[in-house]
């Protein structure tokens, strides 16, 4: 009877698979540096007094970084912006989720909230301005306040829409398997909410870091929106490019964690 001896120091090749970039990455990686190019080549024909060069721009960024600006690190600043933000943002996810899911759960909460909510969506969040200075003044609480109205009527009404478009026969079907009251939330509304709650979630955050250079114009002293009115008020226009810059950039990030959390939690959306 032979025997097969396996060399225990044989390797078996292994076949590594390169990744191809899809011409849609490299489209997206291109027009970044496209649009670059193209300011470079606008700030070059127009003088740097009118548009600020790429070259100035990251020359007074590591300048901010530095140095900072009135006397306040640019860290500080950004820091600033997202404390604010995220503290009107997380006020607005803690009332609105539970709100949207109650009005989409129950027609009399639905009858009761709806007009009030029908008459505030068209208005600004920055028209509540004037009022949040006569009720909280114009410290914080105004302006995280102020974030928090931004956001509160994306999220609210977004959940709101999710729960009423579950297809009744889907209820119909848990309630025939014998599902309760918990396991019917548990089980059928809230994941098939969830999709709609993220949209939600994403635009009130968008919405969120944008407003904050209104809720900056509030006698604050520290913050990107503050340093943008300021050095635009004394015409230091690289300052404002960089806070300008800085904005969407962070914004930026936040969209990807939202979308990561989104593909985390509504895996099987789309599918």
Not at 69 to 92: D, E, P, W
Not at 135 to 155: N, T
Not at 221 to 233: F, P
């Amino acid at each position: 009877m032979s025997r097969t001896t396996v060399q225990p120091n044989s390797a078996i090749p292994v076949k590594l698979k390169r990744r191809k970039l899809s011409p849609e990455r490299i489209v997206s990686v291109c027009t970044p540096l496209a649009m670059v190019l193209l300011w470079w080549l606008v700030s070059a024909a127009v003088g740097e007094k009118y548009l600020a060069s790429p070259k100035e721009i990251i020359t007074t960024m590591g300048v901010l970084f530095t140095d900072g600006y009135v006397g306040t690190n640019l860290t500080t600043h950004i820091v600033a912006s997202l404390f604010r933000t995220i503290g009107g943002y997380l006020l607005a996810v803690l009332l609105a989720i539970p709100i949207g899911l109650w009005m989409g759960m129950n027609k009399y909460v639905s009858a009761v909230l709806s007009p009030i909510f029908a008459i505030i969506r068209p208005i600004p969040a920055i028209a509540f301005l004037p009022l949040f200075i006569m009720w909280f003044g114009i410290g914080e609480v105004a302006r995280v306040m102020l974030i928090f109205m931004s956001a509160f009527l994306y999220i609210v009404l977004n959940t709101f829409s999710g729960v009423k478009t579950i297809p009744n026969g889907l209820i119909q079907a848990a309630k025939n398997l014998g599902a309760n009251r918990i396991q019917l939330f548990s089980k059928v509304i809230f994941p098939a909410t969830l999709p709609s709650i993220m949209t939600g979630l994403k635009a009130g955050l968008a919405v969120s870091w944008a407003i904050v250079v209104a809720a900056e114009l509030m006698a604050a002293q520290e913050g990107l929106g503050y340093m943008i009115m300021d050095a635009a008020t004394f015409f230091r226009m690289p300052v404002v490019y960089v806070g300008i810059i800085l904005i969407g950039l962070i914004g930026l990030i936040l969209e990807n964690i939202i979308s990561i959390i989104e593909k985390k939690s509504c895996h099987w959306s789309g599918k």
